[in-house]
């Protein structure tokens, strides 16, 4: 089901698919806390990240070693061929000749698309521009459903910016393949989702709300998708000017929340989240984050065929 | 007033028949005639038309048009009928149609789109959306290519 294939979107899986990746990310828990395994012994992953990144880059080294295979990669283009003038297209297919599957992020959307058509190997989609970031938000719903044991019948908030932020994308189109009971999507108002991911959404019949104002939903919603206003996103900087800062989640505003509500983030955040709630029970970014590692470590098994 | 008593038949070549009013001159753009070849053509803008209100015809002598321009211009004229003419004879009429795909006639307008490095070997590759009015969706980078957009390449 899994063995070869390429993951450059979450709407490359059937909700089947994404279900059965989050029962192996709970066996590779239990790897984990004996330490490794050698399920990927003698198997390399090259990491081409061409864009700076620290969880997904690390997280997918630190998986693939702890089923015994290696890595090789760059992470700076600085210090690859690159620098020297060579393509995006040469450089995969230079890893391709290196190694069994390949992560790939880079600030140009559809990067991961034109990786995929040159490689053999499987290609995973680590981040293009505002497009794709698929394994986060296999992540982010991985850390739901084991939370609340399912996604069907939440009310889940998307807040920041859905016009240039990947993650929030990516994850906006993975609760598709569920049934939540309502999708609340707060942004500003220059950075509310693109007319592409809006008809999607509609041509599929999702229930969907959008506002400007958090207040107006908080109280309803059982999960809190938080993202950073990504200023590197942005074409123009006079506009994001005019909505950085635009959220600031802090404790008084959670007075009236839903007892198990859960807040995330993909992270890095800046001020969206007052780092006194870091230590309430609220706080789920950092289980989200550590839960990168179990559902890459499964990801890895998958495509290169360790685990059906 | 009929676009017979403003311009004659041809003899030989291509009639383009119900291009939305305004688009002919896109149409010959898209079709890369730029008036240097020799060819006479006949240009007829804004006549009473049945189905669109008002429309434009394109007559062009001595060139049949190719099957692969035919595409190109249901990009900016979806109701168009290609008529092949020969001895004043109407010997073929072909309403234009838009694949499902289109590869390698427009441009992604998305700046940070990969197709428009051009140190890379991409093909531009869309999917249709809708044809009325017609939308594109990049296959690289999922962006939307609008009618403008299109039309705006070709001017």
Request: aromatic content about 6%; hydrophobic content about 40%.
């Amino acid at each position: 089901m899994f063995k070869g294939r390429d993951v450059l979107s979450i709407l490359d899986f059937k909700r089947d698919e994404i279900e059965r990746i989050f029962e192996v990310s709970n066996e590779m828990k239990k790897i984990l806390t004996k330490g490794k395994s050698n399920l990927l012994e003698g198997k390399i992953l090259a990491t081409a990240f061409f864009e700076p990144s620290t969880r997904t880059k690390l997280s997918f080294e630190t998986a693939m070693q702890r089923l015994g295979g290696s890595v090789i990669g760059f992470s700076e283009p600085s210090i690859s061929s690159i620098a020297k003038g060579e393509n995006i297209s040469d450089t995969i297919r230079m890893l391709d000749s290196y190694a069994d599957i390949i992560v790939i992020r880079h600030r140009l959307e559809g990067v991961a698309k034109l990786a995929a058509e040159i490689a053999n190997s499987p290609v995973i989609n680590g981040g293009d521009g505002t497009h794709n970031h698929p394994t986060q938000s296999i992540i982010d719903l991985y850390t739901i459903w084991n939370k609340f044991g399912k996604i069907d019948g939440l009310n889940i908030c998307v807040l920041g910016d859905l016009k240039y932020g990947r993650a929030a994308i990516s994850f906006i189109h993975g609760l598709t393949l569920f049934n939540p009971k309502k999708i609340f999507l707060v942004s500003p108002q220059l950075l509310k989702i693109r007319q592409e991911v809006r008809d999607f959404l509609k041509s599929i019949g999702l229930n969907i709300y959008e506002t400007e104002s958090l207040e107006e939903v908080l109280n309803d919603i059982d999960v809190l998708y938080v993202t950073r206003i990504q200023k590197e996103r942005f074409p123009d900087p006079a506009e994001y000017e005019k909505v950085k800062g635009s959220y600031r989640i802090n404790i008084e505003m959670l007075k009236n929340a839903k007892d198990d509500l859960i807040i995330l983030h993909p992270l890095p955040r800046i001020d969206e989240i007052d780092i006194n709630i870091d230590y309430t029970k609220y706080a789920y970014y950092f289980k989200q984050a550590a839960n990168g590692i179990p559902v890459r470590m499964s990801l890895l098994a998958l495509l290169l065929g360790a685990i059906e | 007033m009929s676009e017979e008593l403003v311009v004659r038949k041809i003899r030989d070549g291509t009639v383009i028949d119900h291009i939305p009013a305004g688009q002919a001159l896109n149409v010959l753009r898209i079709m890369g005639i730029k008036g240097f070849e020799g060819n006479r053509i006949a240009i007829v803008m804004n006549v009473e038309s049945k189905k669109l209100g008002k429309k434009d015809i394109v007559k062009i002598e001595n060139r049949e048009i190719a099957p692969e321009e035919i595409n190109k211009i249901a990009l900016i004229a979806p109701n168009a009928t290609i008529n092949i003419i020969r001895n004043y004879k109407v010997i073929k009429k072909e309403k234009v149609t838009l694949p499902d795909k289109i590869k390698n006639i427009v441009k992604c307008i998305n700046p940070t789109c990969i197709t428009n490095q051009e140190r890379e070997s991409i093909i531009p590759a869309f999917k249709l959306i809708s044809k009325n009015p017609i939308i594109l969706l990049c296959e690289y980078c999922e962006r939307y290519l609008l009618q403008e957009d299109i039309i705006r390449q070709f001017e």
